[in-house]
């Protein structure tokens, strides 16, 4: 193996696998439904298109693996949610205000620094227009990224899982993932990685804190 298997601090190189939405960034469900509100629509319209509508769910599930593009998704949603809804850069409009994780965030670049291997495990959203990871300036933060949407498979398939070791090239024994949903923890932990549930970003980070042997400094 080309990189060393130890990192600055003396603690073994780990792998950190961080999902993006709900972890990388602040939960977006105040956000969708603000945003749904100045959209003249039902509060929870957003989540319920997607997740409890049976179109919504397809298109959606069609978007995390590349089937559709984010455009055609954008299209097909809005006349979901309404005549009137605009569908140009609907995923964007959406989700424009939803602000990074600044803790799980700083986290990540304190594991970067002190030597530890990072990847992205993320399923899409789309990417164009809207690239909601550029927006939320974290992609320069990994070594691996793995978006459902350029790999078609989403979590929780557990090849994506098989398929972010083999890129970036640790066990999954030295390997931690971290997401908000608990669907997508358990093909995880039966491959052998460590599993964190996020449902609060302090405790969260606090626990990845001792597994990694970093401390998250925020910018002054």
């Not at 984010?70 to 009137?84: F, I, K, R, V």
């Not at 890129?167 to 024994?173: K, T």
Request: hydrophobic share 45%.
């Amino acid at each position: 193996m080309s990189h060393s298997t130890e990192v600055a601090n003396g603690h073994e190189q780990h792998g950190l696998i961080l999902d993006f939405a709900g972890v990388l960034t602040a939960s977006p469900i105040a956000v969708h439904r603000a945003w749904c509100v100045s959209e003249g629509l039902d509060p929870g319209a957003w989540r319920s298109t997607l997740n409890d509508h049976p179109e919504g769910r397809r298109l959606y599930a069609a978007l995390e693996i590349g089937e559709i593009g984010q455009a055609e998704w954008n299209d097909g949603t809005a006349a979901l949610l309404g005549e009137h809804v605009d569908p140009v850069n609907l995923m964007g409009r959406a989700w424009a205000g939803v602000p990074a994780a600044r803790r799980m965030v700083a986290l990540a670049r304190a594991a970067r620094a002190a030597g530890h291997r990072l990847a992205l495990l993320s399923n899409s959203f789309g990417l164009d227009p809207f690239n909601p990871y550029e927006h939320v300036g974290i992609w320069d933060l990994f070594d691996v990224h793995v978006v459902s949407e350029l790999v078609g498979m989403a979590k929780p398939d557990q090849a994506i899982y098989g398929f972010t070791l083999e890129r970036i090239g640790l066990p999954a024994e030295r390997c931690v993932f971290v997401d908000d949903h608990t669907v997508n923890l358990p093909p995880a932990a039966e491959l052998g990685i460590t599993t964190v549930h996020v449902t609060d970003e302090e405790a969260a980070v606090a626990e990845l804190e001792a597994l990694l042997g970093v401390t998250a400094a925020l910018a002054a």
